[in-house]
């Protein structure tokens, strides 16, 4: 069964940083794609970020390129999301998303909350 | 980036057919997916490629659709249905959503 666990959300103040991790398992974690995509509270979904299957190219949306970083540890089966200079904007649930080779999302995790709020 | 529009509500009864639509700004090719989200859970994969089920998920859910316009089709509509669904693109690298269509039954 495939299971996708994230984990490190919680509430951050603007312009700290903040790293979240998805653990994988029930597949071969280094065959696939991996994605995150966030929810604002009431929200639709919003992509943030792909990294391909062996980490050599990543993919990011304009507004946190250059702030946010997806990388993988495949020999972990693990996922992550280095978030820096956050802004209130930033709040909402991550999703770590299994991604297919054409790039949609068939597996996701139960989401992690990230509050930016002074 | 490549907008994607949806009509944002759309209220049916038990046992009808109902079609709920998606219209990309720019042709996609079949690169087009759904998914079915329930309050408070994830979202999750109904059909992929315009037209293609996702494993487990029960055929009265159909897609068809290509370039621009695409449709995800519920016969019969079931209670359970209730939810929001959202259209998703991969036609380029940077994949979008469109706002989401909540369904509801009378």
């Not at chain 1, 929200?43 to 507004?63: C, F, N, P, Q």
């Not at chain 1, 904007?89 to 989401?111: H, K, L, M, P, V």
């Not at chain 2, 621009?68 to 209670?79: C, G, M, N, R, S």
Request: hydrophobic share 35%; net charge negative.
């Amino acid at each position: 069964e495939v299971q996708l666990v994230e984990s490190g959300g919680g509430l951050v103040q603007p312009g700290r940083s903040l790293k979240l991790s998805c653990a994988a398992s029930g597949f071969t974690f280094s065959d696939y794609a991996m994605a995150w995509v966030r929810q604002a509270p009431k929200k639709g979904l919003e992509w943030v970020a792909t990294i391909i299957y062996d980490g050599s190219s990543t993919y990011y949306r304009d507004s946190v390129k250059g702030r946010f970083t997806i990388s993988r540890d495949n020999a972990k089966s693990t996922l992550y999301l280095q978030m820096d200079s956050l802004r209130s904007e930033d709040t909402a649930t991550y999703y770590c998303a299994r991604s297919d080779w054409e790039y949609y999302f068939d597996y996701w995790g139960q989401g992690v909350m990230v509050t930016v709020s002074s | 980036d490549t907008v994607l529009t949806q009509s944002p509500a759309l209220a049916v009864s038990p046992g009808e057919r109902v079609s709920i639509s998606c219209r990309a700004s720019e042709g996609v090719n079949s690169y087009m997916h759904w998914y079915q989200q329930k309050p408070g859970q994830q979202p999750k994969l109904l059909i992929y490629k315009a037209s293609n089920l996702a494993s487990g998920v029960p055929a009265r859910f159909s897609g068809s659709g290509s370039g621009t316009d695409f449709t995800l089709t519920i016969d019969p509509v079931e209670a359970d249905d209730t939810a929001t669904y959202f259209c998703q693109q991969s036609w380029n690298d940077t994949w979008t959503f469109g706002g989401g269509t909540k369904l509801e039954l009378k």
